[in-house]
C-alpha cells in the first residue's frame, strides 16, 4: 500500500542534537530512526513511500535516495511545518487514488502491529498509556469498542488512556478531506482530517503492543534499548585476540576493538569507529561511525554519534552525544540524582522529567570538554560549547 511517511519537521524538543540534523535521521542502534520506519512499513505491506522533507531536506534525500530495499522513494517538500495535515497535503499529488497509509517517520512501531494497521484500513493505530492527557484520546464507539468516533487533542479530563499513536490508513476520498481548519496550537491538524473521515466511514482502531514516539532526548535512549533487542552479533572489523565480547555486539566493517577492551552486549560499534584499549562498553550502547572511545574508558547505555571522542580516563553513562562532541581525558557524566528521583532534562526551557531514574547529559555537535570535566545528571551541553579544565556543570549550558 502506499505510504506517507513524515519527516520534515525540526525537531525542537530534541535541540540541541537536531540543531543540524533533522530529527527523523538521528540514529539509534546505528542507523537513522526513518529507516527504521521505512523497514518496517516495508515488512507491513508498503508498496511505495512517498516521504515528506522540509528541514534540512538534503541530509534525507542523499541518505535513501530515491529507493529503499526495492520499493520507489518519491519526496514532497513542506515548506513551511504548518502542521500534519498540511504535510500529508504536500505529498497528496504524489499518491494514487486508492488507500493510504500515514507514518511518523520518528516513531517506532512493532512490526506485528504494524502489520495488522496495514490490514485493517480505513484505521488508527492506537495504544494505552499512564498519561493520556499528554497525547490525543481516541473516542470509541459505546456499542463497539473497536469504532473510531473522534479524537480529543490533551483533554484535561481523559475519558480513557487509549491514544492515537500517529498511524493511519485513509481511504482514498481522503485526498478531498486535507483542507482543514487552523487549530487552537495554530496548526492544520491530520486529526480534524480522521474526525471527518470517521463520520463517513468505518474507521477501526487497531491496538500496538509497542510503540514508541521519538520527540526527546531520552526517547532516543529508549529507542536505541529497544531495537538493541534484536541486534544479532556480526563481527566485520577488527577485533583483538585479547578482547573480550559478550552478548549481541555488531562491530561494522572498518572498525577496531583493541587489546583489553570488554563489551557486554548489546553493542553497536559503527563503521571506521575505534575502541580501547582497554576499554569497557555495557548497555544498550551505539557507537557511531568514526566515533573514538579511548583508553579506560566506560561507555554505559549511551548513544555516541558520528565522530564523537571520548578520551582516556572518561565514563559516560546514559547520555547522547551528539556528532563531533571532543570529551577531553578525565571528563566524568554523573547519571544519578542522590534523592533517587527520576532525573529532569531542559526541553524548550520547562525542566521535564524524563521518567528515568537513570539519565545522564545531552551534548550537541561539536561541543568539547576540558580535561577532568564533571557534568552533572540532567546537563544540556550545547552545540559548540566548551568547559574549561576541572571545570563542574550543574546547568545547562546552551549559548
Not at 120 to 127: I, L, M, Q, R
Not at 179 to 200: I, K
Not at 233 to 259: C, H, M, N, Q
Not at 268 to 274: E, H, P, S, V
Request: with cysteine.
Amino acid at each position: 500500500m502506499q505510504t506517507v511517511v513524515l519527516a520534515a519537521g525540526q525537531g525542537t524538543r530534541m535541540r540541541p542534537l537536531t540543531d543540524a540534523t533533522p530529527k527523523p535521521m538521528l540514529r539509534a542502534a546505528g542507523r537513522p530512526l526513518l529507516e527504521h520506519t521505512l523497514d518496517r512499513a516495508a515488512d507491513a505491506g508498503a508498496s511505495r513511500f512517498v516521504v515528506v522533507v522540509g528541514y534540512e531536506a538534503r541530509q534525507v534525500r542523499d541518505h535513501f535516495g530515491d529507493s529503499h530495499r526495492g520499493l520507489d522513494i518519491e519526496y514532497a517538500e513542506q515548506t513551511a511545518q504548518r502542521g500534519t495535515a498540511d504535510a500529508v497535503r504536500a505529498a497528496a499529488p504524489e499518491l494514487d487514488d486508492a488507500p493510504f497509509v500515514v507514518l511518523n517517520g520518528d516513531a517506532l512501531y512493532d512490526p506485528e502491529s504494524l502489520a495488522a494497521l496495514y490490514e485493517s484500513g480505513p484505521a488508527v493505530g492506537s495504544y494505552r498509556v499512564e498519561n493520556p492527557s499528554n497525547y490525543g484520546v481516541l473516542q470509541l464507539d459505546s456499542d463497539d469498542d473497536t469504532r473510531v468516533t473522534g479524537v480529543v487533542e490533551k483533554p484535561a479530563e481523559p475519558d480513557s488512556n487509549l491514544i492515537n499513536t500517529g498511524s493511519y490508513v485513509f481511504p482514498a476520498a481522503a485526498k478531498d478531506r486535507l483542507d482543514v481548519s487552523t487549530s487552537e496550537r495554530g496548526e492544520l491538524e491530520l486529526t480534524d482530517v480522521l474526525e471527518t473521515v470517521c463520520g463517513e466511514t468505518t474507521v477501526t482502531a487497531v491496538p500496538f503492543d509497542r510503540w514508541l514516539d521519538v520527540g526527546r532526548p531520552w526517547e532516543l535512549l529508549a529507542a536505541t534499548e529497544w531495537l538493541s533487542e534484536s541486534l544479532e552479533t556480526r563481527l566485520d572489523g577488527t577485533v583483538s585476540d585479547d578482547a573480550t565480547i559478550e552478548g549481541a555486539v555488531v562491530v561494522e566493517p572498518g572498525a577496531t576493538i583493541k587489546p583489553g577492551v570488554t563489551i557486554e552486549g548489546p553493542a553497536y560499534i559503527g563503521r571506521d569507529a575505534t575502541v580501547g584499549p582497554n576499554a569497557y562498553i555495557r548497555g544498550a550502547t551505539a557507537v557511531g561511525a568514526g566515533a573514538k572511545v579511548g583508553h579506560a574508558v566506560e561507555i554505559k547505555n549511551s548513544v555516541l554519534l558520528r565522530d564523537a571522542t571520548v578520551g582516556h580516563l572518561s565514563y559516560v553513562g546514559d547520555s547522547i552525544l551528539g556528532r563531533g562532541v571532543n570529551f577531553g581525558a578525565g571528563t566524568k557524566v554523573a547519571n544519578l540524582r542522590h534523592d533517587d528521583e527520576p532525573v529532569e532534562l531542559a526541553v524548550k526551557g520547562d525542566r521535564v522529567s524524563t521518567g528515568r531514574r537513570k539519565f545522564g547529559v545531552v551534548v550537541g555537535d561539536n561541543a568539547k570538554t576540558g580535561i577532568n570535566t564533571s557534568l552533572n545528571a540532567g546537563v544540556v551541553l550545547g552545540t559548540e560549547m566548551t568547559t574549561t579544565p576541572g571545570e563542574v556543570l550543574t546547568r545547562d549550558r546552551r549559548e
